[in-house]
T-cell receptor, first 111, second 112 residues
């Protein structure tokens, strides 16, 4: 089974609202990454958080990591229509730095 | 354009035929990953190279699938005796150390 699981599977919000997506995983990780994929396009890296970090920010993105609960969350503030995409968490775990993606959250931001 | 290229972008083949895909990573990246993605799903890990060494291989990579990365540069993924269930987008990504991955545009395979 896949390492990461996102929640919710789909999310629809109004432009300007915040969007929160969660990711849970099962085993110890080296780091956790979030990616975005627009419909029919390639994946784009958003942010990486290491296992010894608890929170990171990048522009309108905020990522938290709770290793005790084996979970992470991605918060997008002040959402825009252009944020409409699928968001995936990817967990990287040793020993060979294998990367496993979750099934993703489909975010729709309504103008 | 991330700097990772894949060829071909689209491949239509008949069941039972062999296909080969190529990935050219960012030149200084020592890590190269292959994934398979179907509609509505996340990328599914297939295999991973560090330089020319294949370090990890998914159980999904049956004996019909093989990947190589000669000289630690470009990589090829071959599927022998294709089946309709092999229809998917095949993604390649490269990275330097354990950092962000840069994905190519993918090769969409359709098996008739």
């Amino acid at each position: 089974s896949q390492q990461g699981e996102e929640d919710p599977q789909a999310l629809s919000i109004q432009e300007g609202e915040n969007a929160t997506m969660n990711c849970s995983y099962k085993t110890s990780i080296n780091n956790l990454q979030w990616y975005r994929q627009n419909s029919g396009r390639g994946l784009v890296h958003l942010i990486l958080i290491r296992s010894n970090e608890r929170e990171k920010h990048s522009g309108r993105l905020r990522v938290t990591l709770d290793t005790s609960k084996k979970s992470s969350s991605l918060l997008i503030t002040a959402s825009r229509a252009a944020d409409t995409a699928s968001y995936f968490c990817a967990t990287v775990f040793t020993p060979y730095d294998k990367v496993i993606f979750g099934p993703g959250t489909s975010l729709s931001v309504i103008p | 354009d991330t700097g990772v290229s894949q060829d071909p972008r689209h491949k239509i083949t008949k069941r039972g035929q062999n296909v080969t895909f190529r990935c050219d990573p960012i030149s200084e990246h020592n890590r190269l990953y292959w994934y398979r993605q179907t509609l509505g799903q996340g990328p599914e890990f297939l295999t991973y190279f560090q330089n020319e060494a294949q370090l990890e291989k998914s159980r999904l990579l049956s004996d019909r699938f093989s990947a190589e990365r000669p000289k630690g540069s470009f990589s090829t993924l071959e599927i022998q005796r294709t089946e309709q269930g092999d229809s998917a987008m095949y993604l390649c990504a490269s990275s330097l150390k354990v950092t962000e991955q840069f994905f190519g545009p993918g090769t969409r395979l359709t098996v008739l």
